[in-house]
């Protein structure tokens, strides 16, 4: 059974920053994505960052784009999500989602997804 354990959300004030991390398990394929989305409240789930352990290839949102670094540790089956400059729009529950394979173009959708996490809350603000 594939687990996703998310860790390092928390408070931080506009211009902080935050570490988050997602650590999966119980994944026996050798090639995956993992990422991260994020759902403030009243909307819609959106995909923040991704990474593909076969290629390396990375995909971030225009909105974080320049401000968050996603990496991948691949003999962990863990990925790391380094978030500077944050900003109040920021502000939501962050899930770790896992896809088995590699995921293609320039778009993050949750129906790629396979497996979730239960989220950690990062919220910005004074």
């Known amino acids: 059974q594939v687990q996703l354990v998310e860790s390092g959300g928390g408070l931080v004030q506009p211009g902080g920053s935050l570490r988050l991390s997602c650590a999966a398990s119980?994944?026996?394929?050798?090639?995956?994505?993992l990422g991260w989305f994020r759902q403030a409240p009243g909307l819609e789930r959106e995909g923040v960052s991704r990474?593909?352990?076969?290629?390396?290839?990375?995909w971030y949102s225009d909105s974080v784009k320049g401000r968050f670094t996603i990496s991948g540790d691949n003999a962990k089956m863990t990925v790391y999500l380094e978030m500077n400059n944050l900003k109040p729009k920021d502000t939501g529950v962050y899930y770790c989602?896992?896809?088995?394979?590699?995921?293609?173009?320039?778009?993050?959708?949750?129906?790629?997804?396979?497996?979730w996490g239960r989220g950690t809350q990062v919220t910005v603000s004074t």
């Open positions: 990474f593909s352990n076969n290629d390396g290839s990375i």
């Open positions: 989602a896992m896809t088995e394979g590699q995921i293609y173009g320039y778009s993050y959708s949750s129906a790629s997804v396979d497996y």
């Open positions: 119980g994944f026996t394929k050798n090639y995956y994505t």
